[in-house]
């Protein structure tokens, strides 16, 4: 057994225990994460069963890389500000019998407090005091607050005031918006990223922006590239990202008379998980390489005039995608029921990743799950290959 491990040792300020069943139930995780996020940091340990507070046994942990990826979203998702690279760390510790736990170390930036975790409308700011968990004063709370506040809630109006410019067509949208504005110098060096499908890791080809025979244009504040079908992607001088294409696009024709259901309306899995993928390798490449001031960003996701469109689960070359009988969409659009958040390394080290949990709540309107989804996300590794890439 590694040295490393703190068997025997008793929770204090800067140690938790966790057994593996609480990665059943995340936000047990989480709120331990915000509280030393708010007080001086410290190690929170999942797979040692405690007793009385004291680390007594090892519960490994099955699938470690999976639960990492899902604890890394989970804490991405409810804790705000989103915790960057250098404030959490997930990792896996090997015990003898070549199983392993998780280790997740926190190191909070004194400037970035208060935290928050979000729970539905409830937000809870909570903060460690030996080996307990209080709620924080008002007084510890107001200082920073302001600030944190301010830039989310003009991040989340710009993206409202994007989508409603949507609501008019039939559309699949998608919006990047940070958080800190920041001063992008756009020029016709941005071109590269639009017409050359290495420069963002896309595929030549596939169900993406790139076009080698399209050249960007500015528009306002912006600089704009655009296909004669009406797809286009925005650059935005804050950083921002914007890509709308009509919902037909979503519609493989070929995909669907192969399966000899020919509809207009079904949506082809591959062209679901793509779009979405291509923007945020997009997004990837320009926020490694360019200067921008935030390292938080909102992302959100529409479909509008989407009634009556229907998703097959699974993979399309699963038989279970062909047997499948999905029902038809009820509603009139598909808008995310919260905007997802993500850091920047997420973005820079991490775009298939990002994409899959936007499109995650995408099958979740549809009435599916997680499992449904095809298995050319791959989420171990956290990418996207499709067939023929």
């Given at each position: 057994?590694?040295e490393?491990i703190?068997?025997?040792?008793?929770?204090?300020?800067?140690?938790?225990?966790?057994?593996?069943?609480a990665?059943?139930h995340?936000?047990?995780?989480?709120?331990e994460?915000?509280?030393?996020?708010?007080?001086?940091?410290?190690?929170?340990?999942?797979?040692?069963?405690?007793?009385?507070g004291?680390?007594?046994?090892?519960e490994?942990?099955?699938?470690?890389?999976?639960?990492?990826s899902?604890?890394?979203?989970?804490?991405?998702?409810?804790?705000?500000?989103?915790?960057?690279?250098?404030?959490?760390h997930?990792?896996?510790?090997?015990?003898?019998?070549?199983?392993?736990?998780?280790?997740?170390?926190?190191?909070?930036?004194?400037?970035?407090?208060?935290?928050?975790l979000?729970e539905?409308?409830?937000?809870?700011?909570?903060?460690?005091i030996?080996?307990?968990?209080?709620?924080?004063?008002?007084?510890?709370?107001?200082?920073?607050?302001?600030?944190?506040d301010?830039?989310?809630s003009?991040?989340l109006?710009?993206?409202?005031?994007?989508?409603?410019?949507?609501?008019?067509?039939?559309?699949?949208?998608?919006r990047?918006?940070?958080?800190?504005?920041?001063?992008?110098?756009?020029?016709?060096?941005?071109?590269?990223?639009?017409?050359?499908?290495?420069?963002?890791?896309?595929?030549?080809g596939?169900?993406?922006f790139?076009?080698?025979y399209?050249?960007?244009?500015?528009e306002?504040g912006?600089?704009?590239?655009?296909?004669?079908?009406?797809?286009?992607?925005r650059?935005?001088?804050?950083?921002?990202?914007?890509f709308?294409?009509p919902i037909?696009?979503?519609?493989?024709?070929n995909?669907?008379?192969?399966?000899?259901?020919?509809?207009?309306?079904?949506?082809w899995?591959?062209?679901?998980?793509?779009?979405?993928?291509?923007?945020?390798?997009?997004?990837?490449?320009l926020?490694?390489?360019?200067?921008?001031?935030?390292?938080?960003?909102?992302?959100?996701?529409?479909?509008?005039?989407?009634?009556?469109?229907?998703?097959?689960p699974?993979?399309?070359?699963?038989?279970?995608?062909?047997?499948?009988?999905?029902?038809?969409?009820?509603a009139?659009?598909?808008?995310?029921?919260?905007?997802?958040?993500?850091?920047?390394?997420q973005?820079?080290?991490?775009?298939?990743?990002?994409?899959?949990?936007?499109?995650?709540?995408?099958?979740?309107?549809?009435?599916?799950?997680?499992?449904?989804?095809?298995?050319?996300?791959?989420?171990?590794?956290?990418?996207?290959?499709?067939?023929?890439?």
């Amino acid at each position: 057994m590694s040295e490393s491990i703190p068997l025997g040792q008793a929770e204090s300020q800067r140690l938790e225990f966790k057994g593996k069943d609480a990665l059943k139930h995340l936000p047990n995780i989480s709120r331990e994460v915000v509280a030393m996020l708010n007080s001086g940091g410290g190690e929170i340990w999942i797979g040692l069963g405690e007793e009385h507070g004291r680390a007594v046994r090892i519960e490994p942990v099955e699938n470690a890389e999976r639960e990492i990826s899902r604890l890394r979203d989970h804490l991405s998702d409810a804790i705000e500000p989103p915790p960057i690279a250098a404030e959490i760390h997930v990792e896996t510790v090997s015990i003898e019998d070549n199983g392993s736990i998780l280790r997740v170390s926190v190191k909070p930036s004194k400037e970035r407090r208060p935290y928050d975790l979000r729970e539905g409308t409830a937000r809870h700011f909570l903060k460690r005091i030996d080996d307990r968990l209080r709620s924080m004063t008002r007084e510890e709370i107001i200082p920073n607050q302001a600030g944190v506040d301010s830039g989310r809630s003009k991040a989340l109006r710009k993206i409202e005031n994007a989508r409603k410019h949507q609501r008019n067509g039939e559309n699949f949208w998608l919006r990047i918006q940070p958080v800190d504005d920041g001063n992008l110098e756009l020029g016709k060096d941005f071109q590269v990223y639009f017409s050359d499908y290495q420069k963002t890791g896309n595929r030549n080809g596939g169900w993406n922006f790139v076009d080698p025979y399209s050249r960007i244009e500015r528009e306002g504040g912006a600089i704009k590239f655009g296909h004669d079908e009406g797809t286009c992607v925005r650059v935005f001088r804050d950083g921002a990202i914007e890509f709308t294409m009509p919902i037909i696009n979503l519609y493989w024709k070929n995909a669907t008379d192969f399966l000899n259901r020919v509809n207009g309306k079904e949506i082809w899995p591959y062209c679901l998980l793509e779009y979405p993928t291509s923007i945020l390798r997009l997004a990837s490449a320009l926020y490694q390489e360019r200067i921008l001031r935030s390292d938080t960003f909102i992302a959100e996701l529409a479909l509008f005039a989407a009634r009556g469109w229907t998703l097959r689960p699974h993979s399309p070359m699963s038989p279970r995608h062909k047997l499948a009988n999905p029902k038809p969409l009820e509603a009139d659009e598909i808008v995310l029921d919260e905007p997802v958040v993500f850091t920047r390394n997420q973005i820079v080290e991490e775009p298939d990743r990002c994409a899959f949990r936007l499109v995650t709540q995408v099958y979740f309107k549809f009435g599916l799950w997680e499992e449904d989804m095809p298995l050319e996300f791959n989420q171990v590794t956290g990418k996207l290959v499709l067939p023929g890439a």
